[in-house]
């Protein structure tokens, strides 16, 4: 059950089930333990302690210690150590709210507030605290995207220019249309920002057949004079 981290390994069959099985649960024990702010790492036996499986065979602890652990995407070893792998690794809300703007600025958006939970120890109290520093947003799927509340963007327009704005409509034209009218008000647009069509090479077809080459002379003076060696191929005499 991934709700409350429960996992009932007597319901698994056959040994491969059981392995997978404690796997889960060390996961999630190193994810909980990290949210709730235990980020040291910790040795297999003392994991395997604090999750009640002291008890597992020989060929477990070495499958453990030599392919599941090391190649789980949410587990890094430290020194020999195991730690949970967030996809932020955040310390507190400073660091949070760091994030959060450096995403903005490259226009990246905003992010899922379980990659933060999953990141940051004591996540809810560290938003709470940013306060309206950061803002939520729910997505069709339920799921809550936290933005960065840059404060700069926050100013009053201009009635008038907000009613010329609204004057303007684009709705009825193309890409095309539309750059036609920036280039007649003097303003460039974006250019190749769509990915580049590749012509096709164009082969030089071949002819169908090797005609006989003219040569055109320059010594009609000498017409009766010289002899013609274009049929002689080159290496008979």
């Known amino acids: 059950d991934h709700s409350n981290g429960s996992f009932n390994l007597k319901a698994l069959s056959g040994g491969s089930g059981y392995k ?83 995403h903005d600025q490259r226009g990246l958006g905003g992010i899922l507030l379980e990659d933060i939970e999953e990141g940051l120890p004591n996540a809810q109290k560290a938003i709470k605290a940013l306060g309206d520093q950061i803002i939520f947003v729910n997505r069709p799927d339920k799921k809550k995207i936290l933005f960065y509340n840059d404060k700069s963007c926050q100013f009053t327009v201009d009635e008038e220019f907000q009613k010329l704005w609204r004057s303007i409509p684009v709705d009825s034209m193309d890409e095309e249309k539309i750059e036609e009218y920036l280039k007649r008000q003097g303003i460039s647009s974006m250019q190749d920002a769509g990915p580049k069509k590749i012509a096709p090479i164009q082969r030089r077809k071949k002819p169908a057949s090797q005609k006989k080459r003219r040569f055109k002379t320059h010594n009609d003076h000498l017409a009766g004079v010289l002899k013609d060696y274009s049929d002689v191929i080159p290496g008979k005499q």
Do not use: C
Not at 45 to 61: M, S
């Open 20 to 102: 997978f099985g404690v796997l889960a649960k060390i996961v999630n024990y190193m994810k909980t333990r990290h949210q709730r702010g235990d980020t040291h790492p910790l040795t297999l036996e003392e994991i395997l302690d604090e999750t009640q499986h002291l008890d597992i065979g020989l060929k477990q602890k070495q499958w453990l210690m030599s392919e599941a652990l090391v190649n789980n995407p949410k587990i890094e070893v430290v020194d020999g150590k195991y730690a949970f792998k967030p996809k932020y690794n955040l310390k507190d809300k400073k660091a949070l709210l760091r994030l959060l703007d450096k």
